[in-house]
């Protein structure tokens, strides 16, 4: 069993930085693949990041590749997504997911954040 916990998110001006955290409970996280998503009102849950058990494999969807940073700290049972550069479009709430493999699809991630929300002003 694992429990996560998402934090950093905040109110942001177009332009500007936030790093999001998700603290894991459990010996286990380090067997883990990690992944982000994020889900703005009336879409859907949409991929945003993820991560290897190791961290040695880690991609990003199009919509964020050069502007978000995903890492891993297993000492610390903690993974991290840092986001520079943010837009109006990347207002959502932002979860953060464990799962047996790095995958894009929701449905590959066993166990999920309750989310934080990111909301960036233009």
């Known amino acids: 069993q694992v429990q996560l916990v998402e934090s950093g998110g905040g109110l942001v001006q177009a332009g500007g930085s936030l790093r999001l955290s998700c603290a894991a409970s459990?010996?286990?996280?380090?067997?883990?693949?990690m992944g982000w998503f994020r889900q703005a009102p009336g879409k859907e849950r949409e991929f945003v990041a993820a991560?290897?058990?190791?961290?040695?494999?880690?991609y990003y969807a199009d919509s964020v590749k050069g502007r978000f940073t995903l890492s891993r700290d297993n000492a610390v049972n903690t993974v991290y997504l840092q986001m520079n550069s943010l837009k109006p479009e990347d207002t959502a709430v932002y979860f953060c997911?464990?799962?047996?493999?790095?995958?894009?699809?929701?449905?590959?991630?066993?166990?999920w954040g309750q989310g934080t929300q990111v909301t960036v002003s233009s």
């Open positions: 459990g010996r286990t996280f380090s067997s883990y693949a």
């Open positions: 991560t290897s058990w190791s961290g040695r494999r880690t």
């Open positions: 997911a464990a799962g047996p493999t790095d995958t894009v699809v929701p449905l590959g991630y066993d166990y």
